[in-house]
């Protein structure tokens, strides 16, 4: 098949569009006929697919994933992962199985092009994780550590190994899995010591290591009720020279607390803090002022050498400070044209989403109301091109059971004719026939509306902040029978069914 060469820069350079391809399919089934999806290939060319790459802010392989979650971080400030944990991994295979000469050369000579493709996204990938790391410390994106803080268990855990947060009555926590190896990142600041305290759970004490630099670390455990809570200094010579501290956590066994759990657990924690900070290399004598009075300063008097040492002290802090608040001030003027430019990349791709229309039409235009994954809120409008007469219109949709059950009224507007429809007595799929008789050649505008949505985020059900009212599935359109014909069956099941 024409559609299994070259396939990914076929793809890129296939211009046709996506609902034309549906229509033809959708045609075919129509009447019987066997798909040939060869009908819609395009020639492969390299150069529109190159074109084609340019327009992404990124482009990743499987091949090289870590590498290229590396890249990611830097390009968008994020957190980098230590390790991604491999999930679909089979113990059994010891070594990787090789294609015979005769069958790699034939598929080199069918997906030459492909291969060009893939070489040219490759190449140059030599970013190192130190590097993401030392990069957000020098956008600000972290500050270094230079007093007592305590993380936040539901916001972003600087490290690799963490599952997202969870809340219940006594408290928010985080599990870490699926790996034995846990890391936290921080930046503390050159100079100081750090002591680090975490309550942990799920764990028995003797199974449980730490170590930072290759150093192994020692801590104190003190018993808490059915957990323990555990204290230990990160020292100055257990910082990396870039100033960013990888402490890891490690445990011999992993754990899963129930039979419904599918995820794996190595501990839990439920708190997360650094309990204290002290400057190790101090160049003012103890019981010295931390810094110098006004009448130390005036004309003419005397200054001790720590009054001296305090106030090169006190102007280094001042030039680092100024620096740091010039620094900021650049990268939020960055951050604000980086926001407007991703509202308005957000706002054309919405425009650009098509309606699910299963006939013989196509949508013009752009629409609204509708997200990439086939989510609808509240309101979706879009406009349609008839090519054939359309005799009916059905709304497919489905309201998944986690959603409230409640009576919903939905509004289907069709050119100059409204539809009203209610359902009640729980959530799933849904289908509503409107019977219309629109002739062919015709544009016409669809307004659907329910006056009901869910946001799980608010709810505290799940992480996503839209309002979301169906799932939208289909809209399709029937041609075939008269107007008059599919409105006298139509009218008879609904007498039945009174």
């Known amino acids: 098949m024409a559609l299994c060469t070259d396939v990914q820069t076929s793809l890129l350079s296939n211009d046709v569009p996506g609902e034309t391809i549906l229509q033809g399919l959708q045609r075919d089934w129509d009447q019987a006929v066997a798909p040939n999806s060869d009908v819609y290939a395009v020639k492969a060319d390299l150069s529109k697919a190159r074109e084609a790459l340019a327009g992404f802010d990124f482009v990743g392989t499987v091949e090289t994933l870590h590498e290229d979650i590396m890249q990611m971080s830097l390009m968008f400030g994020f957190h980098p992962p230590d390790i991604i944990a491999r999930r679909n991994e089979d113990p059994a295979i010891e070594q990787e199985s090789v294609l015979d000469s005769g069958t790699l050369k034939i598929l080199k000579e069918k997906n030459a092009l492909d291969l060009d493709l893939y070489h040219a996204v490759t190449t140059s990938r030599t970013i190192s994780r130190r590097k993401v790391v030392s990069s957000l410390v020098e956008r600000c994106s972290y500050a270094p550590i230079s007093r007592p803080t305590e993380f936040p268990l539901s916001g972003p855990i600087p490290g690799a190994n963490w599952y997202e947060a969870e809340h219940h009555a006594s ?109 190790t290399d101090l160049s003012i004598e103890p019981g010295a002022d931390k810094r110098p009075t006004l009448d130390k300063l005036h004309a003419g008097c005397l200054l001790a050498d720590r009054d001296l040492d305090q106030i090169h002290l006190l102007g280094t802090a001042y030039d680092d400070a100024r620096g740091k608040l010039d620094q900021a001030t650049r990268l ?66 489905f309201i998944p059971p986690h959603f409230p059950v409640r009576k919903r009224e939905f509004t289907i507007d069709i050119g100059e004719e409204s539809f009203s429809f209610v359902m009640e007595g729980g959530n799933g799929v849904f289908r509503f026939d409107c019977l219309i008789d629109i002739a062919a050649d015709a544009d016409v505008r669809v307004t659907l509306r329910c006056d009901s949505n869910y946001n799980a985020y608010a709810f505290g059900t799940g992480g996503d902040r839209r309002d979301l009212s169906y799932r939208l599935i289909a809209i399709e359109l029937a041609h075939e029978a008269s107007f008059d014909a599919r409105h006298a069956v139509l009218s008879a099941g609904r007498a039945a069914e009174k």
């Open 332 to 397: 939020a003027g960055e951050l604000r044209v980086r926001l407007q430019s991703l509202q308005n990349y957000m706002q054309e791709m919405m425009a650009s989403i098509r309606a699910p229309i299963l006939g013989y039409a196509h949508q013009v235009g752009s629409s609204s109301g509708m997200f990439h994954d086939g989510w609808a809120g509240r309101e979706v409008t879009f406009e349609m091109h008839l090519h054939r007469r359309v005799t009916e219109l059905t709304l497919c949709g």
């Open 171 to 279: 408290g928010t926590y985080r599990w870490t899995g699926p790996l034995r190896e846990t890391t936290l990142d921080l930046p503390i600041r050159q100079g100081y010591r750090a002591q680090i305290s975490l309550r942990l759970g799920g764990i028995a004490i003797d199974d449980f290591s730490i170590s930072a630099n290759n150093s192994n670390i020692e801590f104190e455990t003190v018993p808490d009720k059915d957990r323990h809570r555990i204290s230990f200094w990160i020292a100055p010579e257990h910082a990396q020279s870039d100033g960013f501290t990888t402490i890891v956590f490690k445990t011999t066994k992993l754990i899963n607390p129930t039979e419904f759990e599918m995820r794996t657990f190595s501990f839990m924690v439920s708190e997360l803090r650094v309990a204290a900070i002290e400057k």
